[in-house]
């Protein structure tokens, strides 16, 4: 029952607030190990919640892949989740895991709910916020929609949303570098003109 418990809640969503569920360590009966317990719980709430809150978090991390799924895979599944525009998709296919990065935190968030409730190649997705914020200066360039043979299926009026989606995130793209350009040249602290390499955890 408690597995049951465990597999059936774990990633869901609570509110805005996503459920995590694990087995309780051994011998958590001690009042040295609860205090413990109770005292890294609280540690975790407060990462957790410094996540969900932080804007530069665009990052979503994807477990429990099967060996099979491939970057394009991972690409076309979450296009058709609808949460985004998608800007980048890696994936370490002997681990397991994957990482795709919106260009929003509200679209990774969605992301991230959105991707908990599914299955790819019959295994449930396990999604959660990447360990690392997205770099200022990333590229803000969308990915170009996935066409493959087993996606080509795509009705025509989801393609063309996607690319007005995508013209849109260009346009402010291209605003967001050119007032980076213009902050750095009036010689802005901390603020670079070139981009900055993506980092994964």
């Given at each position: ?7 059936d ?13 694990n087995?309780?360590a ?6 040295d ?5 109770t ?7 407060s990462?957790?919640n410094?996540l969900?809150?932080?804007p530069?978090y665009?990052?979503?991390y994807?477990g ?13 599944h979450f296009?058709a989740?609808g949460?985004?525009?998608?800007e ?7 681990k397991?895991f994957?990482?795709i990065?919106y260009?929003?935190h509200a679209?990774?968030?969605?992301a ?8 790819l190649?019959?295994?449930?997705l396990?999604?959660s ?15 170009p929609l996935?066409i ?14 996607y690319?007005?989606q995508?013209?849109?995130s ?22 670079a003109?070139?981009?900055?390499p993506?980092?994964?955890?």
């Amino acid at each position: 029952d408690a597995q049951s418990a465990i597999n059936d809640l774990n990633g869901k969503w609570h509110g805005s607030r996503q459920i995590r569920c694990n087995w309780a360590a051994k011998g958590a009966g001690s009042d040295d190990k609860q205090r413990s317990d109770t005292k890294n719980y609280g540690q975790e709430k407060s990462n957790e919640n410094a996540l969900e809150n932080n804007p530069q978090y665009t990052i979503v991390y994807v477990g429990n892949l099967t060996p099979e799924v491939t970057s394009t895979d991972l690409h076309c599944h979450f296009h058709a989740l609808g949460a985004g525009v998608i800007e980048d998709v890696r994936i370490q296919q002997d681990k397991g895991f994957g990482f795709i990065r919106y260009s929003s935190h509200a679209e990774a968030a969605r992301a991230i709910q959105l991707g908990n409730t599914r299955y790819l190649y019959g295994k449930p997705l396990k999604c959660s916020w990447g360990s690392k914020p997205t770099p200022p200066g990333s590229s803000l360039t969308p990915l170009p929609l996935p066409i493959t043979g087993s996606n080509l299926g795509f009705p025509a009026m989801d393609i063309a949303a996607y690319e007005r989606q995508m013209a849109l995130s260009k346009m402010a793209g291209m605003m967001h570098q050119q007032m980076m350009v213009g902050a750095a040249s009036q010689g802005y602290p901390g603020i670079a003109a070139t981009q900055a390499p993506m980092y994964y955890q």
